[in-house]
């Protein structure tokens, strides 16, 4: 499976969302496509729309991190 991550979003930035959500209770996601953050995401959220650019593209930080498609 070849899928197309905005540069953006890198393992770190990933990673820290993921702290993030178990030290403040926020549940952050990212755009693949234009890789703006997201937020009240689901940890397993797939496909959800970006409020930013429009397309079906925002997954659950937790989400990308299992997924190990972050740059």
Known sequence: MNIKVHE??????V???VQEREDILEN???CLTCGERAEDC???ACH???ESC???QVFG????MMMGIAR
């Open 15 to 17: 990673m820290a969302a």
């Open 42 to 44: 689901e940890p397993d």
């Open 28 to 30: 952050p996601g990212f």
């Open 48 to 50: 959800y729309m970006c």
């Open 54 to 56: 429009g397309e079906r």
């Open 8 to 13: 953006s979003i890198t393992m770190a930035r």
């Open 61 to 64: 930080a937790e989400e990308i």
